[in-house]
């Protein structure tokens, strides 16, 4: 059974940081593109940032200079490193595992429950 599982979330002030993390059992990690996706309640889920198994990675244009995504195959976890946080960045955060660097949700294959991001003014 695939399992991704986050972690690593909470309530900061706006200018704040937080690493997020997600850990990945049942597949080969290593094979696997990761990414990060955002979801506020009443919205539709949307594309933070995505890395390859070659360590090659995206950012949407609203993370880029803020958000890090990096990855530890060994540890078989995906990483989003999260400055300068903005009330804009409140959602619940989940992680994904994919063939390729893809933007879109409906591309990846599995999906871990999410972890929540709160950012105060």
């Known amino acids: 059974q695939v399992q991704l599982v986050e972690s690593g979330g909470g309530l900061v002030q706006a200018g704040g940081s937080l690493r997020l993390s997600c850990a990945a059992s049942?597949?080969?990690?290593?094979?696997?593109?990761m990414g990060w996706f955002r979801q506020a309640p009443g919205k539709e889920r949307e594309f933070v940032a995505a890395?390859?198994?070659?360590?090659?990675?995206i950012y949407a244009d609203s993370v880029k200079g803020r958000f890090t995504i990096s990855r530890d195959n060994a540890k078989n976890t995906v990483y989003l490193q999260m400055n300068s946080l903005k009330p804009e960045d409140t959602a619940n955060y989940f992680c994904?595992?994919?063939?390729?660097?893809?933007?879109?949700?409906?591309?990846?294959?599995?999906w871990g429950q999410g972890t929540q991001v709160t950012v105060s003014s």
């Open positions: 049942g597949l080969t990690f290593s094979t696997y593109a």
């Open positions: 890395i390859s198994r070659d360590v090659a990675n």
């Open positions: 994904a595992a994919g063939q390729f660097l893809f933007i879109r949700p409906k591309d990846y294959d599995y």
